[in-house]
């Protein structure tokens, strides 16, 4: 097995099935030919969320260069080697979303459930299913997304029939069932990342099912609770967003078995291999995006011991997962330690990431998605629910703030062992033709591969790691 070399660059593909289960290339090949290239700072990247292989392989290629000649630039990093891990995300078809207000873009929840709409109802359940279906390996899974979204649309052509109460309510139910069947396994003690599923397994569709379609604008606000309208119409409507949600907490559940069942213990063999074959070992410097950072951050808690983890540093770009998933006990709203808090002393530089008021994805609609898993106001649901593209790691120690800078300077920084938010809101802001997204995926620019070099050179400024 080669990389795939373009002019400087030494690139390899690493791909993952939803197990977890490294596909290509054969993992003794890939550890043989890293270490036989001589590489001495290997930068991997995962996408994240609905990127089919080829718009994730055109991520790559646009970054990695722009990484590489960053980098150049930096002291303190030597020979570089990247890679670019696919798997399979799931996805969701685009909806005309109505964007946030400016005002009401900085805080998610922060009273804009009145005006927003995510634009679900645009959508045929049949072309849902279809997005979402080959995301599913199994054959059975498959059949049972489209059978949802067959049932949806079935659904939508009864409102207004002659239909009776009861008659409607077997309908729900029955979409219901089939959507709990895909309800991936409950976390294990990763509560800060669960909200959803007290919309997923609940036991009155018939009144949360409308709620969905409320919070996410699918219909009137206050309708759910006030009776107006056809209650059937909105709990169809809500349907629809609830299968938004399905996917959301499907990928969260995905990216996190595929970082520690797949990539953690790969990471762990390569350092073994490394440090007994020569002097240094590789650093490795773990980058993602959106589901994809979820996937490099529970990378480390796949890695056994901090003395067998090769990651230099840790870059979360716009990240779709829980703000306290670093946490300690102390002032974590779920009453204990976040999922990841025992594994932090894996990375042995900087824990880096970003956040922007640009990136309604997370910031907006995110924690939208757990809105009934407790009594909180909307603005209190914001910071239990939230996601690290939003504001950034909470409840961590130590944490310093930086901002990037639009010009691309750098100036972080960057000491190893210490947690950063890097408010990005002056470079990662494009949120032109993205009205639901806005520019949770902007993040294609000099100054982001600048952010991922600065990280990995601060290694130079303290021991190399063991």
């Known amino acids: 097995m080669t990389p795939r070399a373009t002019n400087e660059l030494l690139v390899w593909d690493l791909k993952f099935d939803e197990k977890g289960k490294l596909t290509a290339p054969v993992a003794e090949d890939f550890l043989d030919r890293v270490i036989d290239a001589g590489v001495e700072d290997l930068f991997m990247f995962s996408h994240g969320w609905g990127t089919p292989e080829n718009t994730a392989s055109e991520l790559y290629d646009d970054m990695f260069p722009r990484i590489l000649e960053a980098a150049t630039r930096t002291p303190g990093i030597g020979k570089m080697g990247f890679v670019g891990i696919y798997w399979p995300s799931l996805s969701f078809p685009p909806t005309p979303a109505t964007p946030p207000p400016a005002a009401d873009a900085t805080q998610a ?13 645009a959508l045929s359940g049949g072309k849902i299913a279809a997005s979402l279906q080959p995301g599913f390996a199994d054959p059975v899974q498959q059949q049972t997304v489209m059978e949802i979204g067959r049932l949806i649309d079935e659904g939508k052509k009864a409102v207004g029939s ?7 309510e077997e309908r729900l139910r029955q979409i219901h069932q089939q959507l709990k069947s ?36 699918s219909a009137p606000p206050g309708s759910a609770t006030q009776g107006i309208g056809d209650w059937f119409n909105r709990a169809i409507n809500g349907a629809k967003d609830v299968m938004r949600v399905l996917s959301y907490t499907t990928m969260k559940a995905r990216a996190g078995h595929i970082g520690r069942s797949g990539l953690g213990p790969l990471l762990e ?52 997962f829980s703000h306290w998933s670093f946490a300690h006990e102390q002032d974590n709203p779920f009453g204990s330690a976040g999922a990841l808090h025992g594994f932090a002393d894996r990375v042995h530089g900087p824990l ?31 910071g239990r629910w939230g996601g690290m593209g939003a504001d950034g790691y909470q409840a961590v120690n130590p944490l310093e703030d930086r901002e990037m800078l639009a010009d691309g300077k750098t100036n972080y920084g960057f000491t190893p062992r210490t947690f950063y938010r890097v408010n990005a809101a002056r470079v990662i802001n494009d949120v032109e033709g993205q009205s639901f997204s806005g520019a949770h995926s902007d993040i294609r620019k000099n100054p982001v591969a600048a952010l991922a070099a600065d990280a990995a050179a601060a290694h130079a400024r303290s021991s190399r790691p063991n």
């Open 109 to 121: 929840g922060s009273g804009a459930v009145v005006d927003l709409n995510a634009g679900t109802t």
């Open 162 to 168: 002659n239909e009776s109460e009861a008659e409607k």
């Open 182 to 217: 895909l309800v991936p396994p409950a976390p294990n003690g990763e509560f800060e990342d669960s909200g959803e599923t007290a919309l997923l397994l609940t036991d009155d569709p018939k009144r949360d099912y409308q709620a969905a379609a409320e919070i996410f604008g």
């Open 269 to 320: 063999t390569l350092h073994g291999r490394s440090s007994s074959a020569r002097e240094p070992s590789v650093r490795v410097h773990l980058i993602g995006h959106s589901f994809g950072a979820r996937l490099v951050s529970f990378a480390l808690s796949g890695i056994s011991a901090p003395e067998k983890s090769p990651v230099a540093s840790l870059l979360l770009l716009q990240g779709a």
């Open 352 to 382: 880096v990431a970003t956040f922007s008021i640009h990136d309604w994805a997370v910031g907006v609609w995110y924690p939208k998605a757990s809105f009934l898993a407790g009594e909180d106001a909307q603005a209190q649901a914001a």
